[in-house]
Nanobody, 130 residues
Framework: QVQLAESGGGLVQAGGSLRLSCAAS????????VGWFRQAPGKEREFVAA?????????YSADSVKGRFTISRDNAKNTVYLHMDSLKLEDTALYYC??????????????????????WGQGTQVTVSS
């Protein structure tokens, strides 16, 4: 089992940058695929990005953030990062990290539905202002 805790959210102007962190506790963090999701008020939780486990480190992102957001992981620190550049007003949301066993990665990529991930953090708020 793994416990997750996000940090790094805040208020930023459009065009600015933020780096979110997802710190994990528990053993065998390297065996987990980790994803970032976000949920804006009145909207469903949506997939943002994911990074595979087991030293493969394949990276995936939603079309809406491709070229602006970068996911990375530091297994020595049990932490996954989401670096967000060129932030837009529509990026405003509560951002969550989530984890699932690395075997969830398929030939089509990581699971993009939130129900596929059994472990979740509490979320960190990102607000982009004009």
């Amino acid at each position: 089992q793994v416990q997750l805790a996000e940090s790094g959210g805040g208020l930023v102007q459009a065009g600015g940058s933020l780096r979110l962190s997802c710190a994990a506790s528990g053993r065998s963090f390297i065996k987990y695929l980790v994803g970032w999701f976000r949920q804006a008020p009145g909207k469903e939780r949506e997939f943002v990005a994911a990074i595979s486990g087991s030293d493969v480190d394949s990276k995936y992102s939603a079309d809406s953030v491709k070229g602006r957001f970068t996911i990375s992981r530091d297994n020595a620190k049990n932490t996954v990062y989401l670096h967000m550049d060129s932030l837009k007003l529509e990026d405003t949301a509560l951002y969550y990290c989530a984890a699932v066993w690395a075997s969830a990665l398929s030939s089509t990529g990581p699971p993009r539905f939130s129900r596929a991930y059994p472990y979740w953090g509490q979320g960190t708020q990102v607000t982009v202002s004009s």
